[in-house]
């Protein structure tokens, strides 16, 4: 194959949030199916020194552009949408200069509504429910739209855009990130500096986030009931910004836990915050039932926790349902603390049915893998330009 991609991401890398894994990893295996791929990201200020390739555990070469956009990020608002204004207008022009490509992907809607006026090949990446008038211009002039949930498409038919030209494909995840890890837990969890004896109950993720709750409070909550029907069992919350770590001391001490009985690890790259996942025992995602998390999500975090060979407790939101059923997790109502800590101590009690839960999500999670959901992508993209073809010729 000697296509030629695109991918423009207003983002700075690495990065500490999702993300960056997501676009990274779709690079990645785009390149890995034989496209040459070439991802646009943003000139910004950052803590994080170490290579890209590196920090994301990259294995397959594609090149990366840093275009020289100034960093207004600190201005708020004005700052982000006069960046956002000025990566799109050289995105534009990077484009148009080197214009030996054969299309374009990206999950930002103002660079590509500007790219939509070259007539290019354009795909559209979907992750949330906006829908204003440049993504109603956007959407009748590109060529495919990918959808992160079935929810997300649902969201662009009652907004009149024709779904034929919509694939649903969730996230993915690097499978080979946890079979390198050793099998043995403990091995893990001493070079992890985690105790060996102890049921650990793990969240792996952030505090909040854009300003949502994530559910940890009521995690937190529900693990003081578990503690005390389960005593041998410690809560580890894995991934918190070190400026949230003082207010969730607070919490903890709040409902009445001493700072022993939880873990907490701030921020770790992602290959080391996958061995977290690992070292784990029952894995935790307590999404409440907001709009975003019930229908438009499709959270890295659950094709991770799938991989990882551990037992899963989630609450039941049909994004969720989308992928997980009761053959591979425990799947409880959201907002229920007193059912949340009944599943916690249920999947620890019955360590048989939870290995058969947890053997049933990996067999499934091979699917959902990042090479395999390129090769999807790259498939419905390829019928859509055959159909756009033959209707340029009737």
Not at 64 to 78: A, E, S
Not at 202 to 214: A, E, H, L, Q, S
Request: overall charge positive; some cysteine.
């Amino acid at each position: 194959m000697d296509e030629k991609l695109i991918y423009i991401a207003n983002i700075k890398l690495p990065t500490e949030r999702a993300h960056g894994i997501q676009i990274t990893k779709m690079c990645e295996a785009f390149a890995a199916t034989g496209v040459e791929t070439r991802l646009l990201i943003s000139r910004r200020s950052n803590n994080i020194k170490t290579d890209i390739f590196i920090y994301y555990g990259l294995k397959v070469y594609f090149r990366i552009i840093v275009l020289p956009t100034p960093d207004l990020i600190w201005l708020g608002r004005f700052g982000f949408w006069s960046q956002n204004l000025i990566f799109s207008a050289l995105s534009f022009f990077y484009c148009l200069i080197h214009s030996d490509f054969d299309l374009v992907y990206s999950r930002d809607e103002l660079p590509l509504y500007f790219l939509s006026f070259l007539n290019k090949k354009i795909v559209w990446e979907m992750h949330s429910d906006r829908f204003n008038f440049l993504i109603k211009g956007l959407t009748k002039r590109i060529l495919a739209i990918v959808a992160i949930s079935a929810g997300l498409k649902q969201f662009l038919g009652n907004n009149m855009v024709k779904l034929n030209r919509v694939l649903v494909s969730p996230d993915a995840v690097d499978i080979s990130l946890f079979e390198c890890l050793p099998s043995d837990k403990n091995v893990l969890r001493k070079s992890l500096n985690l105790p060996l004896e102890k049921s650990l109950i793990t969240y792996v993720g952030k505090y909040m986030t854009m300003n949502k709750d994530k559910g940890v409070d009521a995690l937190i909550e529900a693990f003081f009931l578990v503690r005390h029907k389960f005593p041998n069992s410690r809560l580890l919350l894995v991934g918190i910004y070190e400026t949230e770590v003082a207010k969730l001391k607070n919490f903890i001490n709040q409902i009445g836990l001493s700072i022993e009985d939880c873990i907490i690890v701030t921020h770790r790259p992602h290959e080391e915050a996958m061995k977290y996942v690992k070292a784990g025992d029952v894995l935790i995602m307590n999404y409440p039932n907001l709009w975003h998390y019930a229908l438009y999500m499709s959270p890295l975090k659950l094709f991770e926790y799938m991989a990882s060979g551990n037992v899963i407790v989630s609450t039941s939101l049909p994004s969720i349902r989308e992928v997980l059923s009761l053959k591979e997790a425990y799947l409880i109502k959201p907002a229920d603390v007193a059912a949340l800590a009944d599943s916690i101590y249920y999947a620890l009690t019955h360590p048989a049915e939870s290995a058969q839960k947890a053997k049933s999500a990996y067999a499934l999670v091979r699917q959902y893998t990042w090479e395999n959901r390129a090769k999807s992508i790259l498939r419905f993209i390829h019928n859509q330009k055959l159909i756009q073809e033959n209707e340029k010729n009737n």
